[in-house]
């Protein structure tokens, strides 16, 4: 019998083929563009054009605006198309460009699973130990900040957005239960039962005397914020239970 040869959907073998890269790698850039300067911003991006062209095959560059760095929807979109093979490599101006600290610059290039090369011709891989180390250490420091938060939770301490139904005590430290947004989160739950709209739950509420923390008329959006809390607490409560039972 004349055997055939292994591929990857060959059940018997369990061959796992590895495909080779064809051509030269594909190249994309990221340019932060620097706000009122468009001479600058326009040398950038030729310098960014030459060094896709010296590394491989370019792909053009995505140029997002400086107005709010806490806002990128261009980087999001290159890191889906990274996460997906979009590319082989990243060029960019500076690491600052990507994030301002390096442990984010680290978290963004094993994102990305793409080496990333700066126009001084600093490169960073993902597969680099150091990049991965500090990578490691942002996630352990946020873990530490979630854990020291959850402890002042525990304590009754304010950690954060004051919850739905509760104010700051006099001590300025601790919150305590507010009753009348209490109040009205009950009725809220309640009308919300019966089938009652967001709006006309509002407008129920504010007719009936009930304010904001800062004296407003209730809104449809924070009844809806109400409910929302409220049905988050139902199912912690749920899971609390089940695993007191368990215990």
């Not at 370019?58 to 979009?86: F, I, N, S, W």
């Not at 009930?210 to 409220?230: C, E, F, N």
Request: proline letters at 6%; one cysteine or more; charged letters at 30%.
């Amino acid at each position: 019998m004349t055997g055939k040869p292994p591929t990857e959907t060959d059940d018997t073998t369990h061959v796992v083929k590895v495909s080779e890269p064809v051509g030269p790698p594909r190249v994309a850039a990221y340019l932060v563009v620097p706000c009122g300067d468009p001479t600058k911003a326009a040398l950038l991006q030729e310098q960014l054009a030459a060094l896709q062209r010296s590394l491989g095959t370019p792909l053009g560059t995505y140029a997002e605006k400086c107005e709010d760095r806490h806002r990128r929807p261009l980087r999001a979109r290159l890191l889906r198309r990274g996460g997906r093979g979009g590319f082989d490599l990243l060029c960019v101006v500076t690491l600052q460009h990507l994030a301002t600290t390096r442990s984010r610059v680290a978290q963004l290039v094993l994102r990305l699973g793409v080496p990333v090369v700066t126009l001084s011709g600093l490169r960073l891989d993902p597969a680099d130990r150091v990049v991965r180390w500090i990578a490691k250490e942002r996630d352990q420091h946020r873990q530490r900040i979630r854990r020291a938060l959850a402890k002042k939770r525990q304590r009754g301490e304010r950690a954060g957005a004051i919850p739905a139904g509760y104010k700051l005590a006099a001590d300025g430290l601790h919150i305590e239960p507010d009753p009348d947004v209490q109040r009205a989160i009950t009725i809220a739950r309640q009308l919300s039962a019966e089938g009652l709209a967001l709006r006309k739950i509002a407008r129920h509420l504010t007719d009936a005397g009930y304010r904001t923390r800062v004296g407003g008329d209730i809104s449809h959006k924070q009844v809806k914020r109400w409910l929302a809390r409220a049905r988050s607490d139902g199912v912690s409560q749920l899971d609390d239970a089940a695993r007191s039972r368990d215990s």
